[in-house]
């Protein structure tokens, strides 16, 4: 154990309260600046809700929350389903290839959305798939699949194989199996990585933006919009609710996963 | 015998593997052949009908500077971002690995990590409140300060480097923390005892064993900023044209398609090829 003396740690601990001013002054601005009377953000700061009762007459942005929340929620019981399911195919069989399978997820996370959204944009234009919400769907899903892959299969790196194997013997079938011994023993793993492809799809606006039409688009898209025609309190509203609800979602989901901790 | 084994293996993983790699094939991997294909027709018009086969939207690139000027800028951009995430995130995730213990690390950490799991849209736009005349920053500076100034960052190069470095900045402190946490305080302790000063130790001991995690995260962050078009929009104004801007413009406004297409393909060729020739220095540090 390694003391620093208390002037340097002090310094440290100074030091990282400066980030963490950085990291959400703009965020605490925003938000106050929501409840604010002047429209164009003047100073000294008056109290008032207007903006959110305006929010809720904004009939464009409601039914774009509403697509949002549907494409993600879809976007979780789809990536989440078919994720696990190839976390225990990796996890129980040993095949030729099996290395590339896990080296094929890395593109979709670590190639910039903006070509990945071009590219869909072309494949399913050309190919009459079309564009809208569900071509939003569609690469919603490709996004978040990493993602549940990833985190169900670091919850099943410490599950002991042994257990399958007690159960097989004991006369379960495969599907017993999973669903009681399996399943139950990585239901947290399951649960984190379900809402971290709901927090990728709900965040989401590259490929969306690439892939939306004027009737059918997503809450970021209108944002985006918004932002370019002139910015309003409505949008600083709007904002805020999203990101406290996001920062509310990654908070109950860091209880059932610790970010990297002991992974 | 093994073979066999394996070979039954694929047979039963298969049902569980096909949905999502099926998934992934037609949501990721042919939108990205088509984009190649795409790149090397004539025609103008997205259905591609009529048209032929042709290196011209390579040749444009090459032949016009503009986006070779644009693409230098966006890579230099890549760098700057990178650079200063470095540095303002290496310390952080220090102090965090070394000097923070228990819940209070676990509390603070969350903290550094939660911004990024909001929409950074959101955070983006939120930056224009701080950064423009008028401004909170604006407002603080000439509160204090007993002479006018005009503090109007907004629309301008500084301000799309400061939004950027917002959005990515925790990136670098997960890895860096990730890799720093896993270095044993009695290393630390021994170079000390021998009489190494706190800054050798930093620059001998400590800094070699935390590269891995410094490259991770310059790699997570470098690749999307090079691809960056919404932040300068929202924060650069005139001066955020940049090649993911031009790329955008392609698809959204001029609709020249096959030209979209192929600067993205150029870029995504660029940024392989970065990665692949930094790999041999990610593999000796890892």
Redesign the interface.
Same mark, same amino acid.
């Given at each position: 154990m390694i003391r620093a003396p208390a002037f340097l740690s002090g310094l440290g601990r100074f030091y990282i309260g400066l980030v963490l001013v950085f990291l959400y002054l703009p965020l605490v601005i925003m938000a106050a600046m929501s409840f604010n009377v002047s429209p164009f953000y003047q100073l000294p700061f008056e109290w008032t809700t207007e903006w959110y009762v305006a929010l809720s007459d904004n009939d464009g942005l409601i039914a774009a929350t509403l697509n949002s929340l549907e494409i993600a929620v879809m976007t979780t019981i789809i990536a989440t389903i078919l994720g696990t399911a190839a976390s225990l195919a990796l996890f129980r069989y040993d095949f030729a290839g099996k290395r590339v399978l896990q080296a094929l997820l890395f593109p979709p996370i670590a190639i910039p959305w903006l070509i990945s959204g071009t590219a869909m944009l072309i494949f399913f234009f050309g190919t009459g798939v079309g564009r809208g919400l569900h071509a939003i769907l569609l690469g919603h899903v490709a996004l978040a699949l990493p993602y549940v892959i990833i985190v169900v299969s670091a919850r099943l790196a410490t599950f002991s194989k042994d257990l399958e194997d007690a159960a097989y013997s004991l006369g379960a079938s495969a599907w017993q199996t999973t669903r009681k011994v399996t399943l139950p023993c990585i239901a947290p793993g399951i649960v984190a990585g379900g809402l971290f492809a709901f927090a990728v799809s709900f965040d989401q606006f590259v490929v969306s933006y690439f892939l939306a039409t004027p009737g059918q688009t997503t809450l970021p898209v209108e944002i985006y919009a918004a932002i370019r025609k002139g910015f309003t309190p409505e949008i600083n509203a709007v904002s805020t609710i999203i990101i406290v609800f996001s920062m509310s979602l990654m908070f109950v989901v860091s209880r059932f996963f610790r970010f990297g901790g002991d992974q | 015998m093994t073979g066999k %084994? %394996?070979?039954s293996?694929?047979v039963?993983?298969?049902p569980?593997?096909l949905?999502?790699?099926a998934?992934?094939t037609?949501?990721?991997?042919?939108?990205?052949s088509?984009?190649v294909y795409?790149s090397l027709l004539t025609s103008m018009s997205?259905?591609?009908q009529s048209a032929t086969l042709t290196l011209g939207n390579y040749a444009t690139f090459f032949s016009d500077p503009l986006y070779a000027t644009l693409l230098v800028r966006s890579l230099e951009l890549g760098l700057i971002v990178t650079l200063v995430c470095v540095l #303002?995130g290496f310390?952080?995730a220090?102090?965090?690995a070394?000097?923070?213990k228990g819940r209070a690390r676990?509390a #603070?950490?969350?903290?550094?990590?939660?911004?990024f799991?909001?929409?950074?849209?959101? %955070?983006v736009?939120?930056?224009?409140?701080?950064l423009?005349e008028?401004?909170?920053l604006d407002?603080a500076l000439n509160a204090i300060l007993p002479f006018k100034v005009t503090f109007d960052l907004m629309y301008s190069y500084p301000a799309v480097i400061i939004g950027l470095v917002?959005s990515y900045?925790?990136y670098m402190?997960?890895t860096c923390?990730?890799s720093l946490q896993a270095i044993d305080?009695a290393l630390?302790?021994a170079a %000390?005892s021998l009489g190494a000063s706190r800054f050798t130790t930093l620059r001998r001991v400590i800094a070699p064993l935390a590269l891995p995690g410094v490259l991770a995260g310059s790699a997570l962050i470098f690749?999307?900023v090079?691809?960056?078009?919404?932040e300068p929009? #929202?924060l650069g104004g005139h001066g955020g044209t940049l090649y993911?801007t031009v790329?955008?413009d392609q698809?959204?406004a001029v609709y020249n398609?096959p030209l979209?297409?192929a600067l993205?393909f150029i870029?995504?060729a660029v940024?392989l090829v970065i990665l692949l020739v930094s790999a041999p220095v990610l593999r000796k540090a890892a």
């Open positions: - | %084994r %394996r070979d293996g694929l039963k993983a298969m569980l593997l949905p999502a790699y998934w992934l037609l949501a990721i991997f042919l939108p990205l088509a984009m795409f997205p259905s591609g #303002i310390p952080a220090y102090v965090l070394k000097i923070f676990e #603070i950490f969350l903290l550094v990590i939660l911004p799991w909001s929409n950074s849209l959101v %955070r736009f939120s930056w224009s409140m701080v423009r008028g401004g909170i407002t917002h900045l925790p402190v997960l923390y990730l305080d630390i302790e %000390r690749i999307p090079v691809g960056s078009f919404m929009r #929202i993911g790329i955008e698809f959204t398609w979209g297409a993205s870029l995504l940024v």
